[in-house]
Nanobody, 125 residues
Framework: QVQLVESGGGLVQAGSSLRLSCAAS????????MGWFRQAPGKEREFVAN?????????YYADSVKGRFTISRDNAKNTLSLQMNSLKREDTAVYYC?????????????????WGKGTQVFVSS
């Protein structure tokens, strides 16, 4: 049974940093492209970033987070991370990690097979 479990969310002030983690189990982790998505109240789930399978040589970001967020993976520990710096109020959302067998830039939620339950990030001004 595949499980993706996010952690690290919380309440922070604008301009601060937060690091999200996702622990994966039940799948051959390095064979999956991993992604982060977020969903704010009343909005659709949106792509944040993804990292390619295997050695994670390539990463992709939404324009809204480029230069502030960094996605990384540790295949030895089956974990995915999202370092979020210079947080803004508009980053407030539930953040989800997801796994896909698709390669490259994978920004559509429908391309992901497995999802975590999410972790809440709230950024106050």
């Amino acid at each position: 049974q595949v499980q993706l479990v996010e952690s690290g969310g919380g309440l922070v002030q604008a301009g601060s940093s937060l690091r999200l983690s996702c622990a994966a189990s039940g799948l051959t982790y390095n064979m999956y492209t991993m992604g982060w998505f977020r969903q704010a109240p009343g909005k659709e789930r949106e792509f944040v970033a993804n990292i390619v399978k295997f050695d994670g040589d390539f990463t992709y970001y939404a324009d809204s987070v480029k230069g502030r967020f960094t996605i990384s993976r540790d295949n030895a520990k089956n974990t995915l991370s999202l370092q979020m710096n210079s947080l803004k109020r508009e980053d407030t959302a539930v953040y989800y990690c997801a796994a896909s067998i698709v390669s490259g830039l994978v920004s559509r939620p429908t391309d992901y097979t497995y999802w975590g339950k999410g972790t809440q990030v709230f950024v106050s001004s």
